[in-house]
Structure formats: structure tokens, C-alpha cells
């Protein structure tokens, strides 16, 4: 079935540094969304994005985060710069516009800040 | 605040039996409700959804029940086989069109007995 594949599976970075999370949703989808899952606990949304813009952000989305979707490549997520708490796993989610269906995840990508 | 609670934290149960697992929520407004699995290292999966309108949508061994009144719903996974050893979010959305904003419970892990 249709996927949705995030690149690099893991990421170790030190603290202060940037990094960029990457993203490419199943094709046809056209709602794009980011949650961050620390261990052990439950996902939390972030934002989503949707016809280049995002549509809504949680308490979570700090001002060091940005993300976008240059001329449909990878939707990404940049946190710049990088803090501590921010070691977690993301996950980004797409969706449909049709029938309003849950999003598809992909398979996230762990972030370890040094 | 956690908007939507699940029980019990864990569950273990016989392959064959039938396994409960439990979700309310707070928030009136919420009306579209995922189930997804969660398997180790991988991303969560939809199981199920359901919809604030039904009470009741079931997919081969998986069947939610939704009370509208009380704010809880159940998932049962029924003859639980060894392979359906993961953890089980419950999540809501709502209202309207968004339904990839999602609150999501802490999670419920099944283990499964052979």
C-alpha cells in the first residue's frame, strides 16, 4: 500500500546545531503533518501543512522550528537551532483530501541531541 | 490535561481470547475516532476508525464500540493472535474536515500468549 517514507531513520546532532528532518508523503496526498513521540510517551501533534502553508501549529511547534514543501519535494522539518528536549522521535503523517481518512505515518526518525 | 485516557496501561491475554482495550475523551467536539498499532521501532499503523455518528464499525477480528453519551469507546481484538503483540493508541479528532490533527491517548501494550 501507499507509504510514506522519512529519511534519515536516526539523526545524532549536538546541541546548537541545525537539522532537517525530511519527509516525502504518499503521493497524491495533500495534508502533511508532523508529531513528536518522546520515549515512552504519546504523540503530540505539531503541525500541519497544507497547500504550502501551514494551517495550524501546537504549543510544542517553537519558534526554532520551520517547515515547507519546496515545488512538491520533501515536506521537511527544520529545528534551528537544536535543544536538548528536542531528542525525540518525529513522525510526519499524510493524508487525503477524499473521505476525510485518518493520515498514514511514516516510520519516524530518531533525533538524538548531544 | 489529558484530553483522551486509555486503560488499562498494559494487557496480557491468551491467543484465542478476546482482548478489551479502553478510551474515553474529554472534548465534546471531537467526532472522528482512529485506532492505530504500534509495533517496535516502526511507525504507527491505522487499525480501525470510527465516526461520532455509529456506535459500533468492525473490520474482521477488530470491532470498536463508541457510547456517545459516556465519551468512551473500546476496541476488541477478537481470537488475539501472538502477532497482534504491540502497543494500541487510541486517538480524536474533530470537528470537521481535520482529521489529521489528532489528540492521542498514552497508549495501551497487548501482549499476546501463545
Known amino acids: 500500500g501507499p507509504k510514506v517514507l522519512q529519511i534519515p531513520s536516526h539523526q545524532i546532532i549536538d546541541m546548537g546545531q541545525m537539522v532537517t528532518l525530511n519527509c516525502d508523503p504518499v503521493?497524491?496526498?495533500?495534508?502533511f503533518y508532523w508529531y513528536k513521540q518522546i520515549l515512552g510517551q504519546q504523540m503530540e501533534f505539531l503541525v500541519n501543512f497544507y497547500n504550502g502553508k501551514v494551517m495550524e501549529k501546537s504549543k510544542l511547534f517553537k519558534d526554532q522550528f520551520s517547515v515547507e514543501r519546496p515545488d512538491g519535494s520533501y515536506f521537511t522539518l527544520k529545528i534551528q537551532p537544536t535543544a536538548l528536549e528536542d531528542s525525540a522521535v518525529y513522525f510526519c503523517a499524510s493524508s487525503s483530501d477524499r473521505d476525510n481518512q485518518a493520515p498514514l505515518f511514516g516510520e519516524g526518525t530518531r533525533l538524538s541531541v548531544l | 490535561q489529558q484530553q483522551v485516557r486509555q486503560s488499562p496501561q498494559s494487557l496480557t491475554v491468551w491467543e484465542g481470547e478476546t482482548a478489551i482495550l479502553n478510551c474515553s475523551y474529554e472534548n465534546s467536539a471531537f467526532d472522528y475516532f482512529p485506532w492505530y498499532q504500534q509495533f517496535p521501532g516502526e511507525g504507527p499503523a491505522l487499525l480501525i476508525a470510527i465516526r461520532s455518528v455509529s456506535d459500533k464499525k468492525e473490520d474482521g477480528r477488530f470491532t470498536i464500540f463508541f457510547n456517545k453519551r459516556e465519551k468512551k469507546l473500546s476496541l476488541h481484538i477478537t481470537d488475539s493472535q501472538p502477532g497482534d503483540s504491540a502497543t494500541y493508541f487510541c486517538a480524536a479528532s474533530g470537528p470537521g474536515a481535520n482529521t489529521g490533527k489528532l489528540t492521542f491517548g498514552h497508549g495501551t501494550i497487548l501482549r499476546v500468549h501463545p
Open positions: 503521493s497524491n496526498h495533500l495534508y
